[in-house]
Structure formats: C-alpha cells, structure tokens
C-alpha cells in the first residue's frame, strides 16, 4: 500500500496542474505598469499611461485606434475569397491578442500567459519553418484547432481555447490557415514554459481531454432561428466567450450547466452574461450590447479589464450582422443560477463610505450614481458594480481605470487611481456605499478583500 502515496502525490500534483493551467485561460501577463501610481491602469491592454491631470485626454496622446468608420475586416465576412474570410475570423477568435507579445511581432507568439503554477508562452503561428507553423500542413492545422493536438502529436495546453475553436466549421478553419500562410514570416522560438516537474508533462492533457472534451464542430438547432445560430456559433465557437464568462470546476474545466453565469480570472470579473435582473443583462437590450461590443461602453457601463482587449482586437471590428447575431443569442439565455440572500450593510460603513464617495467621485460619477453616459459611466443600476465578487470595482478604484479606444468610440476617458490616497477601510466603505445606494444591492465590501489586491496589483 505504502507504494502508492508517491503515485497519488503526483496524481494530485498532475491534477493540480491541469486545473491550474485550464483556469489559468487569459491570465496573461500585463506589461509591466510604469512608476508613478498616481496614473490610471489601464490593465489588460498596452495603454500609455494617462495623465491623470487630464482625464479626457484625446486619443492622439498614444495613437488613433485603427482608423476607420466601420470595422475594416467585417467585409471579409461574406467574402468568397479564403484569405479575406480568414483574416475575419482571425478577429472573431482573438488570435493575435494573444499570439502577440506586447512590442512583438504579429502572430510570432512568446506572449506570457500566467497561470497559479508557472508562466505558459503562446506560440510563433506565422508561416515561418523552424519557429513557427510553416512546415504544417492545412490537416495539421485542423488537428490543433479541432483536438488540441500540435504537428507532431504533441498535446497542448488548454490555454489555448481549442475546447471552443473545435466547434469551428472546416471551411472556416480552412480559411483561418489560408490567411495565417499569408503573414510575414518570423523566426521567433517559443520560450520554454516556466512550469516546475512534473507540471510540464504535455501527455497529462490526453487524461484532461478524456474528461472534458468532446471535440466536435457546431450543429445548427433547426427549431431556432438562423440569426440565432450564428450567435451561439460566435459564442461557442471562434468567439470563445465561456473561457472567462462560465465558472470552472476544480480541474479547470467550464461547468457548462453554469455556461456564461459569471467567473473571476486573473482578478477581473467576468460577468453574468444570462438574463440575471441585478447581476446579468436582463435590463440591457440587443442594442446595449451590440454597442458595448462595438464601442466598448453604452449607456449603462464601460468595460474594464480583460474586456477591453476583446472589445479592442475582437468585437469592434465585427460586422453589424455578427454582433446583432451575438446579442440575439445572449438574450435568448435564461436567467441562471440562484440568487443567495446577504445581510444588509452596515450603516456607519454607508455614511462614511457616502462622505468619501461626495469627496472624491461625485465629480464624475454624479451624486446620484448617475455619471455622464458614455463617457463617466453610471454607477446606479451597473451590473459591474453590483457583482456579489467585487474584485473588478476594487481594482478600479486601487489602480484607476482607463477606457478602450475603438474605432466608434476612440476618445478614452479615464479615471484615476486612489490606491495612494485612500485606506484600505475608506476604499471598502465606498465599494459598500456604491453597491447598496441608488437601487443597487450587493454584498458589504470587506477591508481584507481590498488589502488583498492592493497587496497584489499596487506597487508599494
Ligand atoms: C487565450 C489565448 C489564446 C488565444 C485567444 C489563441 N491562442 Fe493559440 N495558443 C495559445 C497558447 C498559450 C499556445 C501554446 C499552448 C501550449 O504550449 O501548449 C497556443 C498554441 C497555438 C497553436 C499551436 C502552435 C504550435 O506550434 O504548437 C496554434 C496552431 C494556435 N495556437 C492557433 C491559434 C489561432 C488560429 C487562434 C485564433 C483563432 C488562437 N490560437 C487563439 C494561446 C491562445
Ligand atoms: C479575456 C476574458 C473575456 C473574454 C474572452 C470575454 N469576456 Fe466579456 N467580460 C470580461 C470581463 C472581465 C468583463 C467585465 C468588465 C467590466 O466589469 O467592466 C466582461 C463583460 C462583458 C459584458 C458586459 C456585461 C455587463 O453586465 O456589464 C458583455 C456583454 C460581455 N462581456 C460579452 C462577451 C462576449 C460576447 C464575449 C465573446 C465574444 C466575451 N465577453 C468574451 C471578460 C471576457
Ligand atoms: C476623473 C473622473 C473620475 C473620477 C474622479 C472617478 N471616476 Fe470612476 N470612472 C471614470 C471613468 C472614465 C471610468 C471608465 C473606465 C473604464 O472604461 O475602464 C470609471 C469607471 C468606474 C467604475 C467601473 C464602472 C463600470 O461600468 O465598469 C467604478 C465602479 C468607478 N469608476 C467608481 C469610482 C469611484 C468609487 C470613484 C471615487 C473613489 C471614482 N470612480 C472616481 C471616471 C472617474
């Protein structure tokens, strides 16, 4: 029997592993946030620091979005020519988001992707022979997207989203590879993953698959309509959306009976996507979401956090017909999962909290929650600020905050940080106060819970 312990260890080790490397899915690494903590975040993407004097600073301070009224690649989408279709797609599955390293080239990979045991680098996908998949072949190609499985034979890591990509038609993949074959070739190696022993064993993955994963493309529901399965096409398949929206069990998998009920990675808030009152997009319409996907806010919200580099490489430049697809599906979703009850706040946290917020965020968030819609986004009736996990607003107000530019919206506003000037007890008093005034409703915010990702994400 004794023999047995050192098998279970690495049994659980592998487990362990697997988990980590599935939930650690978009836990990129953000380029490091230059001195001077008085400036906004910014987070998932590379933006230039704000000046913090200037809030509406125009865009021209680091670059125009790519310019363009309308998205330039939606063209591609009925396209009958391969390669424009598939520089489309590319879009709709943020393949360069993270094949690109921040400075690097496009598609040569070497991006840092963190997960809770070690650092895992996407791969070099230009056509290039030696560094990247130039001696693939299109078969090859489809193995990796439909079954994770590399030239080679060699399993790969589900941080790369093959579990939803299997869901892509054979055409569109086909197109995919016709458009990758036309990118400048870049000789850049794979840096070897930062992953201890026995973490590294790749085969590991074929016991992860035999679980979880059902390779398999996307069936049309005949009993719904086309413009439907296109959504739960984008959704499930190239789009992606569950790697952050679903919860994941313990090994890392997506708890589909959950799909899009809300997950926090990587300490950003991935909201319910059903159609929850307080919580999910009951109270947005298709219009709402087809312009938060476009411009990256409407009249409701602005989106923070690992949001903003989908809306900036991904969902601003799809066609209109796409995005109506999306947000036709999305409502289509039921309101899941149960609502658990919570104490009410308590009343000195809410009127020291109310003090603090008049202070320092009444000037652009209103008195009233109200904020300037578009631009100093409501707080009254957010769904982000009303989130049972408050991880995402309190790392807005720690790090400050910074909206993505899009080609519809390419003024970013921007919101400083408070980390420096407020304490750990003053930032969860008005977390608490923005939470439960106005109609809103969540759980208190505690002290702890902020000192945990100031520890994390300010530098002292
Ligand atoms: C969330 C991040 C992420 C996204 C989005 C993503 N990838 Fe990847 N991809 C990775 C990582 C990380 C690896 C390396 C995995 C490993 O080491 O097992 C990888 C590996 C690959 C490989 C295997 C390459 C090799 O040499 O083994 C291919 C092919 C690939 N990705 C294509 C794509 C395409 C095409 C898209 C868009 C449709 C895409 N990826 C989107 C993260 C991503
Ligand atoms: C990299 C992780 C990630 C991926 C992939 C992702 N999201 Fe999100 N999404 C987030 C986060 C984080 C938020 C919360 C942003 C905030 O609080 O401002 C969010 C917010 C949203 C919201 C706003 C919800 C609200 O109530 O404010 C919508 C709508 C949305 N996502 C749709 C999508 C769709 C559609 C896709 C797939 C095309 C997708 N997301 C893919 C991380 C992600
Ligand atoms: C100079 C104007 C300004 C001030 C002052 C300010 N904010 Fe903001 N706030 C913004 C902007 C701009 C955004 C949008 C950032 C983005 O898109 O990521 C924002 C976003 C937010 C969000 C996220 C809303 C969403 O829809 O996801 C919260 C919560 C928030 N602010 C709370 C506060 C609190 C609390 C304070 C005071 C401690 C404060 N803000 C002070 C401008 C401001």
Redesign the pocket.
């Known amino acids: 029997m004794s023999s047995r312990g050192p098998t279970i260890a690495l049994c659980v080790a592998a487990a362990g592993f697997v988990a980590a490397c599935a939930t650690g899915?978009?836990q990129?690494v953000n380029p490091p946030v230059p001195e001077g903590s008085a400036s906004a975040g910014g987070g998932a993407i590379r933006l230039p620091q704000p000046n913090a004097d200037y809030p509406l600073d125009s865009v021209a301070a680091w670059g125009p979005p790519e310019d363009a009224s309308a998205p330039p690649d939606a063209a591609g989408q009925l396209s009958t020519e391969p390669v424009a279709r598939g520089r489309y797609?590319?879009r709709l599955?943020?393949?360069a988001?993270?094949?690109t390293d921040p400075g690097g080239q496009p598609f040569a990979?070497a991006r840092p992707?963190r997960t809770p045991f070690g650092i895992?680098?996407?791969?070099?996908?230009t056509p290039e022979p030696k560094s990247?998949?130039g001696n693939w072949t299109e078969a090859d190609?489809y193995r990796?997207?439909h079954r994770g499985v590399?030239?080679g034979g060699?399993?790969?890591?589900p941080?790369?989203?093959y579990t939803y990509?299997t869901r892509m038609s054979r055409s569109d993949v086909d197109a995919?590879w016709a458009y990758?074959r036309t990118v400048s070739p870049v000789y850049q190696v794979?840096p070897a993953?930062k992953l201890p022993f026995p973490l590294n064993i790749?085969p590991l993955m074929a016991l992860w698959n035999a679980l979880y994963f059902r390779p398999g493309e996307f069936r049309p529901n005949p009993n719904m309509s086309e413009q439907w399965n296109r959504g739960a096409y984008l959704v499930w398949g190239?789009g992606?959306c569950g790697?952050c929206h679903t919860p994941k069990n313990f090994l890392g998998a997506d708890r589909n009976r959950r799909a899009f009920q809300g997950y926090t990675l990587d300490d950003w808030t991935a909201l319910d996507l059903t159609g929850n009152g307080r919580s999910g997009l009951a109270s947005w319409d298709k219009g709402d979401i087809v312009e938060y996907l476009r411009s990256g806010r409407n009249a409701r919200t602005a989106a923070s956090g690992g949001m903003q580099e989908v809306i900036y490489d991904s969902t601003s430049r799809m066609s209109d017909s796409d995005l109506a697809a999306i947000a036709t599906y999305l409502k289509a979703l039921p309101p899941g999962g149960r609502t658990r009850a919570f104490n009410p706040p308590d009343q000195a946290a809410m009127l020291s909290g109310q003090a603090i917020y008049e202070d320092n965020c009444s000037e652009c968030h209103g008195f009233d929650g109200e904020g300037e819609p578009r631009h100093f986004p409501p707080l009254a009736g957010n769904s982000s600020v009303q989130a049972r996990d408050p991880t995402t607003i309190l790392r807005i107000i720690l790090e400050g905050s910074r909206s993505v530019p899009t080609p519809a919206k390419p003024s970013a506003p921007a919101m400083p940080a408070f980390a420096w000037r407020l304490k750990d007890s003053q930032i969860a008093a008005i977390a608490t106060y923005v939470r439960n005034s106005w109609g809103n409703s969540a759980p208190e915010v505690s002290p702890s819970k902020v000192s945990k990702l100031r520890s994390r994400h300010v530098s002292q």
Do not use: E, T
Request: glycine content about 10%.
């Open positions: 899915n978009y990129r797609l590319a599955g943020d393949c988001a993270c094949h990979g992707i895992i680098y996407s791969a070099n996908i990247g998949i190609f990796a997207m590399a030239h060699k399993n790969l890591y941080v790369f989203p990509f995919l990758l794979k993953n790749r190239p992606h790697g």
